[in-house]
């Protein structure tokens, strides 16, 4: 094991310096630095979407709760990171099945259908990116999914976001317009993403609170809540959020260094 | 006891860096077209893809990028070290570097704070180059 974290770490570990959620420590700090985000900002979007885990039974997390109080008094992993901003390591499988238009209609199932996709990878060695507080990929990539879907951010009724970190939600939702670079902490403010939000955001509790399984989280929520098929935690009336016709899914790999937007709308 | 962290693994590439540290002197590869002085070692210029460089000697200034602060050794070795902090210092001369910073109280540790290299024998072939605040900043 040690011998893996050296030779995946590479000249990283002479200086003690492991895995993502370091790397993802050094990105949001520079955030802090350069447009003032920080914890304060996180815990609503850690909080947030526990509230939707506690509403979704495949969630690890669905049965405990996250005040802002649990997350203060939460143990710093690798600073400014503490443990409720990290994503759950988990073991399982997801899929989604990819067919035509033509053949879905005849499926049991409502179809979610695909409206746009982009894809942008500004990927470098990380040490020496000079964008580490964005723009990530995200700005791109949203653009192009937006102009291939024809629609705005106001179209957008939802959001299922790749969340590795609580910081990654921050900055994707900041590199897709839907505030501006420090705004982030008044924009969240009052349950925006929340069971009740008016944008909710990663509605089965995401990767912080349901579960990892890489981008799949993220995209497979954002298909089950256009096909109907979330129980309790289904947006619409019963959670008081809109009725999803057109969901925002992202994903993201490396430290920001690559990114995919794609829209998913109900047919 | 022995040194028991991971030590970098050289190469034909890195080789003129880590000697250099050895002898205290942090060396980057300087592009003999264009001048972009870069980092990591590689045989083409990431600027114009040329393959005609030099070494520079860096002045082993710069300024903290951003940092990182561990409490959780993901290594055995680190477990004595908590909390450490990791950084990336852009260098005067450009590139950027992933160190550590020491020789300061941890929640003294800004981004852009000028710092200068200091340097770790580890043993008879590898030195690390770690930096530390600039003495003349109010700390």
């Known amino acids: 094991m040690k011998q893996m974290l050296n030779d995946l770490s590479g000249e990283d570990a002479v200086f003690g310096h492991f895995g993502a959620t370091g790397g993802y420590a050094l990105a949001a700090r520079r955030a802090m630095h350069e447009f003032g985000t920080g914890p304060e900002t996180w815990k609503k979007i850690a909080v947030g979407q526990r509230k939707w885990a506690n509403l979704n039974p495949n969630a690890l997390m669905q049965s405990k709760a996250l005040t802002e109080a649990d997350y203060d008094n939460a143990r710093w992993v690798v600073e400014p990171l503490r443990l409720p901003d990290n994503c759950l390591i988990t073991d399982g499988g997801r899929a989604i099945i990819v067919t035509s238009l033509e053949r879905a209609q005849d499926l049991r199932q409502p179809p979610a259908l695909i409206m746009g996709m982009g894809q942008h990878n500004p990927s470098t060695a990380i040490a020496q990116s000079s964008w580490m507080a964005g723009p990530t990929g995200a700005r791109q990539a949203g653009e192009a999914a937006f102009a291939m879907a024809g629609i705005t951010l106001d179209d957008v009724d939802a959001c299922q976001i790749y969340d590795c970190f609580t910081y990654t939600v921050e900055i994707t939702l900041q590199d897709y317009g839907f505030f501006k670079p420090g705004e982030g902490h008044d924009w969240l403010a009052g349950g925006t993403i929340a069971p009740g939000g008016r944008m909710p955001v990663n509605t089965s509790g995401g990767q912080l609170s349901e579960a990892y399984f890489m981008g799949l989280t993220p995209l497979a929520e954002g298909a089950m809540q256009i096909m109907g098929r979330c129980g309790e935690r289904q947006l619409g009336p019963q959670t008081r959020t809109k009725s999803p016709e057109i969901i925002l899914c992202s994903d993201n790999g490396g430290i920001l260094q690559s990114h995919t937007c794609t829209l998913l709308r109900r047919l | ?139």
């Not at chain 2, 893809?49 to 990182?68: C, P």
């Not at chain 2, 300061?104 to 770690?130: A, G």
């Not at chain 2, 605040?133 to 700390?139: Q, R």
């Open chain 2, 1 to 139: 006891m022995s040194y028991n962290k991971p030590l970098p693994k050289i190469n034909a590439d890195n080789r003129p860096f880590w000697e250099g540290c050895r002898v205290h002197e942090l060396r980057f590869q300087r592009c003999k077209d264009c001048g972009h002085v870069r980092w990591p070692p590689s045989d083409l210029c990431p600027a114009c893809h040329s393959t005609d460089s030099g070494w520079l000697i860096s002045k082993g200034t710069g300024r903290i990028y951003t940092f990182a602060v561990y409490h959780v050794a993901y290594h055995t070795a680190f477990t004595t070290n908590l909390p450490y902090a990791v950084a990336v210092v852009a260098l005067d001369e450009g590139p950027r570097l992933l160190t550590n910073i020491v020789d300061c109280q941890i929640d003294q540790i800004k981004c852009d704070m000028p710092v200068s290299v200091i340097w770790e024998d580890v043993n008879e072939e590898i030195t690390l180059p770690k930096f530390t605040p600039l003495a003349s900043e109010p700390v």
